[in-house]
């Protein structure tokens, strides 16, 4: 029965997202009404724009098999999960499942502050689909992989947040689904907890079960995945083992970075976006000053309230970010009804040599104004600021350089 | 092993009963968390369920029976106006408690998927917690006045079945409604608050003008509190025309509630 071989399937599918309605249209019913008598139609059939989060994806994936989902922010990555786990429903096309599917979206969603860590771990099993049999005969080796046995009856609300995360994440990890569709929650708890977790999603893996994975961190991604798909802008461009996808995604990048620099082409509320990012020289040495200058035009639509802060991040080739740079940090706010030219400067960040990308961000309370993603790229050359060099696995390990001393005889 | 097809919602699109059974783990889990959450870490506690009720009827007797001196067909006022207020309360609880449910559970809404019928069904049981305080308040008061509602007593269960139906129906739609307007949810607390005056819960039908009284004839509340008090307090019976219209107007409603629900369901967790 080759026919059935196949855990998930995709035919066609699309997901079109009306912008017009939650942003400028109505959000009460009296809004509606009135707006329905005075224009004697419908709000809807007014400008409405539309936008394809997802257009035409078709594939199949085998039983068994270990699928990463990547791209970059924006792409439809998380839609699709959505689309598959049936929290959201496709506007085109069809999808069929042999076996049931779980999803690990959001991990300790449905978690209750006032409940204690047991009666948590029954609400959140019941809500990720398993069933109370289910529930009861994991439950020893879901306290047990948390290592919460103290901590069962104590309400929620006196856990860390370390303690959260790792009891949240136990209950889905012992989901016994067929199918298993999961968001970055690797990126959550300390490196032996991920460690832990990573192995569990292996674990899933290669007890056959049907492996969904979407992530931006392209390490967890190999390590995990026997092939892999690629979206962006919507659409399935590549699809085939992790390693070619992976290359496809990097190539991507520059088609992207031109496409991004257009702001009408950005994600984001709108408004004010970002004109220009530049640096004055591409290829910095490691531990260098960063500066970054930007350009901001005036206001091109009323933004509500009319300050609004920015954020730069700096994000390595893997998809981490490795830092935020917050203009509210700095205490610093702009103004909507002027220009800026401005930059910001980033000091003692010692950056692994490689390639790195500065994602900007324009915000404000409650909306992102502008999203651009890669804005710049630049190259962090061989040369350290330490004094001896030493070969390249003394620094293979770890995310960013320290400036670290051993001292003591 | 199951097989699943998703496809872009119809326009009738009708609960998948097997997928609702299989997730009843969800409403006991909802319920029971509900429940404790009310509960625990308040000073009141469980006396704030008879409290409730007792104030509520207890003002009424005040107003309707001591001060504007209305009939309470031959009962203690106090008791008279509590048979009123527990069908009541089980009425607009359910409705009141059915609609917030979706927002309040947004982020499950947003998140996970599991039959999202499931919320607005599971808000009933903490509304059923209340009633059936209220209602063992209500028989120890039946004992020590001596009154003796009769046969009609057994078929209470019907009537609290009815009510809940009715409550659930309207209930879940508004709750559906909410998601996309927010103003519903203020305009629901105001319309029960005019509506418990409207209905004969703390008079009698009796002390109604008769040119007025058809107004009351239409309004399904009226038939299920007379019905309620019939079975709890041996009022006279209801004419059978509105037994008859109640149990049809629950059944449509409820049905109708669930249909309009599901229309938008698949749709909350965009617009939510």
């Given at each position: 029965m080759a026919q059935s071989d196949f855990a998930v399937r995709a035919d066609g599918i699309g997901k079109t997202y009306r912008l017009?309605?939650?942003?400028?249209?109505?959000?009460?019913?009296?809004?509606?009404?009135?707006?329905?008598?005075?224009?004697?139609?419908?709000?809807?059939?007014?400008?409405?724009?539309?936008?394809?989060?997802?257009?035409?994806?078709?594939?199949?994936?085998?039983?068994?098999?270990?699928?990463?989902?990547?791209?970059?922010?924006?792409?439809?990555?998380?839609?699709?999960?959505?689309?598959?786990?049936?929290?959201?429903?496709?506007?085109?096309?069809?999808?069929?499942?042999?076996?049931?599917?779980?999803?690990?979206?959001?991990?300790?969603?449905?978690?209750?502050?006032?409940?204690?860590?047991?009666?948590?771990?029954?609400?959140?099993?019941?809500?990720?689909?398993?069933?109370?049999?289910?529930?009861?005969?994991?439950?020893?080796?879901?306290?047990?992989?948390?290592?919460?046995?103290?901590?069962?009856?104590?309400?929620?609300?006196?856990?860390?947040?370390?303690?959260?995360?790792?009891?949240?994440?136990?209950?889905?990890?012992?989901?016994?689904?067929?199918?298993?569709?999961?968001?970055?929650?690797?990126?959550?708890?300390?490196?032996?907890?991920?460690?832990?977790?990573?192995?569990?999603?292996?674990?899933?893996?290669?007890?056959?079960?049907?492996?969904?994975?979407?992530?931006?961190?392209?390490?967890?991604?190999?390590?995990?995945?026997?092939?892999?798909?690629?979206?962006?802008?919507?659409?399935?461009?590549?699809?085939?083992?992790?390693?070619?996808?992976?290359?496809?995604?990097?190539?991507?990048?520059?088609?992207?970075?031109?496409?991004?620099?257009?702001?009408?082409?950005?994600?984001?509320?709108?408004?004010?976006?970002?004109?220009?990012?530049?640096?004055?020289?591409?290829?910095?040495?490691?531990?260098?000053?960063?500066?970054?200058?930007?350009?901001?035009?005036?206001?091109?639509?009323?933004?509500?309230?009319?300050?609004?802060?920015?954020?730069?991040?700096?994000?390595?080739?893997?998809?981490?970010?490795?830092?935020?740079?917050?203009?509210?940090?700095?205490?610093?706010?702009?103004?909507?009804?002027?220009?800026?030219?401005?930059?910001?400067?980033?000091?003692?960040?010692?950056?692994?040599?490689?390639?790195?990308?500065?994602?900007?961000?324009?915000?404000?309370?409650?909306?992102?104004?502008?999203?651009?993603?890669?804005?710049?790229?630049?190259?962090?050359?061989?040369?350290t600021r330490y004094t001896t060099g030493a070969t390249d696995d003394a620094m293979s390990a770890g995310v960013v350089l320290a400036d670290f001393q051993y001292e003591g005889n | 092993m199951s097989v699943t097809i998703i496809e872009p919602p119809r326009r009738l699109n009708l609960p998948r009963w097997t997928e609702l059974w299989r997730a009843r783990e969800v409403v006991t889990r909802l319920a029971q968390r509900d429940i404790i959450v009310r509960y625990r870490q308040t000073v009141l506690g469980v006396a704030w369920v008879v409290l409730q009720p007792v104030v509520a009827a207890g003002v009424f007797s005040l107003v309707f029976g001591t001060v504007a001196g209305l009939s309470s067909d031959g009962l203690p006022y106090f008791v008279f106006a509590l048979a009123g207020t527990l069908a009541w309360n089980l009425f607009s609880g359910g409705i009141t408690r059915a609609s917030g449910s979706l927002v309040a559970n947004q982020s499950l809404v947003a998140k996970v998927f599991f039959p999202r019928l499931l919320v607005p069904i599971s808000t009933i049981a903490s509304v059923l917690v209340d009633f059936v305080v209220g209602l063992a308040l209500a028989v120890v008061l039946l004992v020590v006045f001596g009154i003796n509602p009769g046969w009609p007593v057994l078929l209470l269960p019907v009537w609290v079945l009815l009510v809940v139906l009715l409550g659930l129906g309207i209930g879940t739609a508004a709750s559906a409604m909410i998601v996309k307007y927010r103003d519903v949810g203020y305009v629901l607390p105001w319309a029960m608050q005019i509506l418990v005056y409207a209905s004969p819960v703390a008079y009698a039908l009796s002390s109604v003008p008769d040119r007025l009284r058809w107004v009351f004839d239409i309004n399904p509340a009226t038939w299920f509190l007379e019905a309620f008090r019939w079975s709890l307090v041996g009022t006279a019976a209801p004419p059978a025309w509105q037994v008859f219209g109640l149990v049809i107007v629950s059944c449509v409603v409820f049905f109708a509630g669930v249909v309009y629900f599901q229309a938008h369901e698949r749709e909350f967790a965009d617009v939510i």
């Amino acid at each position: 029965m080759a026919q059935s071989d196949f855990a998930v399937r995709a035919d066609g599918i699309g997901k079109t997202y009306r912008l017009g309605v939650s942003n400028i249209s109505h959000s009460t019913l009296a809004e509606t009404v009135l707006s329905r008598v005075r224009r004697g139609k419908s709000p809807s059939s007014g400008k409405v724009k539309t936008f394809d989060a997802l257009d035409d994806i078709n594939f199949e994936i085998p039983a068994g098999e270990a699928l990463g989902i990547v791209g970059r922010n924006g792409a439809g990555k998380s839609t699709l999960l959505k689309v598959l786990t049936r929290v959201t429903a496709p506007t085109r096309g069809r999808l069929e499942f042999h076996g049931r599917m779980g999803s690990l979206l959001e991990v300790g969603t449905g978690f209750h502050p006032e409940l204690t860590g047991r009666e948590n771990i029954y609400l959140n099993g019941a809500l990720l689909g398993m069933n109370r049999a289910e529930i009861t005969r994991q439950f020893d080796a879901i306290v047990d992989f948390s290592g919460m046995e103290k901590f069962l009856d104590t309400p929620v609300k006196r856990y860390s947040s370390g303690m959260y995360v790792r009891l949240a994440f136990s209950v889905a990890a012992h989901l016994e689904t067929e199918i298993l569709a999961i968001d970055e929650v690797l990126a959550v708890g300390d490196a032996e907890f991920q460690r832990r977790s990573l192995e569990k999603m292996r674990q899933a893996a290669s007890e056959g079960r049907t492996v969904l994975y979407v992530s931006h961190m392209l390490q967890t991604v190999k390590t995990l995945c026997s092939s892999a798909i690629l979206l962006d802008r919507g659409h399935l461009v590549h699809q085939g083992s992790v390693d070619s996808t992976l290359e496809a995604y990097t190539a991507s990048f520059d088609s992207h970075a031109q496409w991004q620099a257009d702001p009408d082409n950005r994600q984001g509320w709108g408004g004010v976006r970002f004109s220009r990012m530049w640096m004055e020289d591409d290829h910095v040495p490691s531990g260098a000053d960063l500066r970054i200058g930007f350009e901001l035009p005036t206001t091109s639509k009323p933004i509500g309230l009319e300050e609004y802060w920015v954020s730069i991040h700096i994000v390595d080739s893997q998809g981490t970010v490795i830092a935020q740079c917050d203009s509210r940090l700095n205490g610093r706010t702009y103004s909507a009804d002027r220009s800026y030219t401005g930059s910001t400067i980033i000091k003692n960040l010692w950056l692994k040599p490689g390639t790195y990308a500065v994602d900007a961000f324009v915000c404000q309370h409650g909306r992102i104004l502008d999203v651009w993603d890669a804005a710049h790229r630049f190259e962090v050359m061989p040369d350290t600021r330490y004094t001896t060099g030493a070969t390249d696995d003394a620094m293979s390990a770890g995310v960013v350089l320290a400036d670290f001393q051993y001292e003591g005889n | 092993m199951s097989v699943t097809i998703i496809e872009p919602p119809r326009r009738l699109n009708l609960p998948r009963w097997t997928e609702l059974w299989r997730a009843r783990e969800v409403v006991t889990r909802l319920a029971q968390r509900d429940i404790i959450v009310r509960y625990r870490q308040t000073v009141l506690g469980v006396a704030w369920v008879v409290l409730q009720p007792v104030v509520a009827a207890g003002v009424f007797s005040l107003v309707f029976g001591t001060v504007a001196g209305l009939s309470s067909d031959g009962l203690p006022y106090f008791v008279f106006a509590l048979a009123g207020t527990l069908a009541w309360n089980l009425f607009s609880g359910g409705i009141t408690r059915a609609s917030g449910s979706l927002v309040a559970n947004q982020s499950l809404v947003a998140k996970v998927f599991f039959p999202r019928l499931l919320v607005p069904i599971s808000t009933i049981a903490s509304v059923l917690v209340d009633f059936v305080v209220g209602l063992a308040l209500a028989v120890v008061l039946l004992v020590v006045f001596g009154i003796n509602p009769g046969w009609p007593v057994l078929l209470l269960p019907v009537w609290v079945l009815l009510v809940v139906l009715l409550g659930l129906g309207i209930g879940t739609a508004a709750s559906a409604m909410i998601v996309k307007y927010r103003d519903v949810g203020y305009v629901l607390p105001w319309a029960m608050q005019i509506l418990v005056y409207a209905s004969p819960v703390a008079y009698a039908l009796s002390s109604v003008p008769d040119r007025l009284r058809w107004v009351f004839d239409i309004n399904p509340a009226t038939w299920f509190l007379e019905a309620f008090r019939w079975s709890l307090v041996g009022t006279a019976a209801p004419p059978a025309w509105q037994v008859f219209g109640l149990v049809i107007v629950s059944c449509v409603v409820f049905f109708a509630g669930v249909v309009y629900f599901q229309a938008h369901e698949r749709e909350f967790a965009d617009v939510i």
